[in-house]
């Protein structure tokens, strides 16, 4: 019998703690730290924006971490029409060693640098996955609605052995909002990881994009959507970088909840566009 995510609609919700706000430019690296306002050995997270966007587009989602006690950096780099991969998976690990060696407020914040983890949207959950291989400080990787980057992460995640957790569009979901393959690099990850897909959450609904992208028809922000996959994120980090038992199901492949569905095995496979003849399934 698969685990019941029965917490989601708590973790959906803001955490207990008051939330800080700051610069992470002073350290020489554009873009936003939110934490905690105090709190001793934290788990820290890099989060990596989508492709034609910056940090303002996520700032409920990193305030909404920090109030359940994770401290957030985030670069707000390659931010263009053209940007570099590479160079913003090599940014994501530069703040996550800023997060994990940096004073943070006025001494009553620190974090343990056995308690680091990637989080990205987008062109930044395919950067997290770039950034954590062979990356021995990361512990956890969430890729939310991650597309395609170059070099490739559905390549990349052959190599990661650490625990992942990817969200996927929705069957109802449109095609048009959601480009790249997270099934496909859910399926190919080498450790273990949680593929979970959100009733008719798709990636262009989950930052908070701004009235005027609306308008344009270059954004489609749905609360919904972004309520349902910051309590997924929140209780799998919790689980795993706060090492939090009572959030184990978040962690679980095979766990259900509301609007919430997780593939693994056959289903899986059909959803990267595999079949037994063209996928691991064939012994020959």
Do not use: C
Request: proline share 5%; aromatic share 8%.
């Amino acid at each position: 019998m698969s685990a019941n995510l029965k917490q989601l609609s708590d973790l959906s919700n803001r955490g207990p703690h008051h939330v800080m706000e700051g610069d992470l430019g002073y350290t020489g690296l554009p873009g936003k730290v939110y934490a905690p306002a105090k709190g001793r050995d934290l788990p820290a997270v890099a989060f990596g924006h989508d492709w034609r966007r910056d940090i303002s587009a996520y700032e409920s989602t990193l305030r909404h971490l920090a109030s359940w006690g994770i401290v957030v950096v985030a670069p707000d780099t390659e931010t263009g029409l053209n940007p570099d991969h590479r160079g913003f998976a090599a940014d994501l690990e530069t703040a996550l060693q800023i997060a994990a060696g940096v004073r943070i407020g006025n001494g009553n914040i620190t974090v343990s640098p056995n308690k680091l983890g990637l989080v990205g949207h987008g062109m930044g959950g395919g950067a997290a996955v770039l950034s954590a291989v062979d990356n021995e400080k990361v512990g956890a990787v969430a890729a939310i609605y991650p597309s395609n980057v170059a070099p490739s992460a559905v390549e990349a995640a052959r190599n990661l052995f650490l625990p992942g957790l990817i969200i996927g569009p929705g069957e109802d979901a449109d095609a048009l909002f959601s480009p790249g393959n997270p099934a496909k690099l859910a399926y190919n990850w080498a450790g273990k990881a949680a593929y979970r897909t959100v009733k008719k959450g798709d990636q262009e609904g989950f930052s908070e994009d701004s009235l005027g992208w609306r308008l344009l028809g270059l954004g489609k922000s749905d609360r919904k959507n972004q309520t349902t996959v910051r309590g997924l994120v929140t209780g799998f980090l919790l689980h795993q970088l706060a090492d939090e038992k009572k959030y184990a199901a978040f962690s679980d492949p095979e766990a259900s909840g509301k609007n919430v569905e997780s593939l693994t095995g056959d289903k899986l496979a059909k959803a990267a566009g595999l079949s037994r003849d063209n996928s691991a399934f064939s012994l020959f």
